[in-house]
């Protein structure tokens, strides 16, 4: 049978968020080669090994994915399968899926990419978790400060709530800073980070009950009962937070 044929009589796999052996053995079927080989604990170097052939059909897959995290497979098939950085870095651009600020950032660990286009991949994700990416990159790789607070400040998805109180704990960023990120977040767990800030970093417990009544999303139930366990919040209170989360599930 060819490839043509093949591809007829196997169904196309769906790009996936993590790349198992299952997906590879879909993948490698589809595109009409003997997966009788692979074993569970193949990645992708062994892949890249056995099938080299396939490197650019695997490139277009991964170019025309609606689904999944084809920005983390680009940097892998860099890293494993010798597609140029030029490939990865502009299939990491144009996703609209998945977590391309992360894949970015081992692009820039690993792969030489530059500080620049971290920067702008981070600053401009709309999915995955942009956020993180700006803590990492700011504590770990000299990125400036500044420059992750406005990240995270402008953060479409993730948990920059909970960044911004790592930010202010670890990082050097000032307890207001963290404090009117934490109050304003609409994406992220308001309540959890609020909870740390009042136990771990000098923040009201008065302040700490306000983000928690008005969080809407979130670990809410755990933050009201250890603010009452740990924080002096009254019994009463942590009940009636607890008490509203059960109504508004219905």
């Known amino acids: 049978m060819n490839t043509e044929d093949n591809n007829m009589a196997i169904e196309k796999p769906v790009c996936p968020q993590y790349f198992t052996a299952d997906f590879w053995r879909k993948l490698i079927a589809y595109f009409g080669e003997d997966i009788s080989i692979i074993q569970d604990n193949w990645y992708w170097k062994e892949f890249a090994e056995y099938f080299p052939h396939l490197k650019e059909k695997i490139e277009k897959y991964f170019e025309e994915a609606q ?7 680009a940097y892998l098939m860099h890293k494993y399968y010798g597609s ?3 490939w990865a870095e502009k299939i990491i651009e144009n996703t609209q899926i998945g977590n391309p600020a992360w894949a970015a950032v081992e692009m820039y660990k690993y792969c030489g990419s530059s500080r620049e286009w971290t920067e702008k991949i981070i600053e401009n ?6 956020s ?3 803590y990492f990159m700011h504590k770990f790789w000299g990125f400036s400060r500044e420059w992750a607070e406005k990240v995270i400040e402008n953060a479409k998805t993730g948990d920059s709530a909970g960044v911004a109180y790592l930010m202010h704990r670890y990082a050097g960023s000032s307890k207001e800073w963290a404090e009117k990120v934490i109050e304003n977040d609409k994406i992220g767990d308001a309540a959890w980070a ?3 800030m009042c136990k771990y970093c000098g923040s009201s417990r008065e302040w700490a009950e306000k983000v928690i009544e008005n969080a809407t999303i979130g670990d809410i139930f755990s933050a009201a009962y250890y603010m009452h366990k740990y924080c002096g919040s009254s019994k009463e209170w942590a009940v009636k937070v607890i ?3 059960k109504f508004n599930k219905g």
Do not use: F, H, L, V
């Open 194 to 196: 609020a909870y740390n």
């Open 243 to 245: 008490k509203k989360i």
């Open 125 to 130: 994700a709309k999915t995955g978790d942009s």
């Open 84 to 86: 140029s950085r030029e």
């Open 132 to 134: 993180w990416a700006a």
């Open 67 to 73: 689904t999944g995290d084809p920005a983390w497979a």
